[in-house]
């Protein structure tokens, strides 16, 4: 799930400038095997969330708006659904109130993603980055 959002930042970060970048751009700005970047942009490239773009100046650019992109998305992309588990049976009180505090935080956690973009992210990335004192030698 990292890797997907380090690279999808990336995507999002040159979106304005409307210019693919490649596999090895994205790696050597973040730290993602290749093989396994390939594989997650092909599954986000199939979900509609990048286009790709064959060629000399190739490479990966996103599909739509960085904030028409929400965080849930992309973890439904990479992870899938979030599905409820079957209970069995033969349910304890505990299993039940195991589960229903299971499914409390896992509605948290989706309203949370869905409330997040990747331009959220850009936005945080580059006001992050201002505040961060810089050292000289």
Request: aromatic residues 6%; charged residues 25%.
């Amino acid at each position: 799930m990292e890797y997907a959002l380090l690279a999808l930042l990336e995507l999002a970060s040159h979106h304005d400038k409307k210019v693919p970048l490649n596999l090895s751009e994205i790696t050597a700005k973040q730290p993602i095997p290749e093989r396994y970047l390939e594989q997650i942009l092909t599954n986000l490239r199939r979900a509609g969330v990048v286009q790709s773009q064959r060629g000399a100046k190739g490479g990966f650019v996103l599909a739509r708006e960085p904030w028409q992109i929400t965080l849930l998305e992309i973890v439904t992309v990479v992870e899938g659904e979030r599905k409820e588990k079957e209970s069995s049976a033969a349910s304890t009180l505990e299993r039940s109130l195991v589960h229903e505090i299971w499914e409390q935080a896992n509605a948290a956690s989706i309203e949370v993603l869905r409330s997040y973009t990747l331009q959220d992210l850009c936005q945080e990335r580059e006001a992050r980055a201002q505040q961060s004192p810089m050292y000289y030698i």
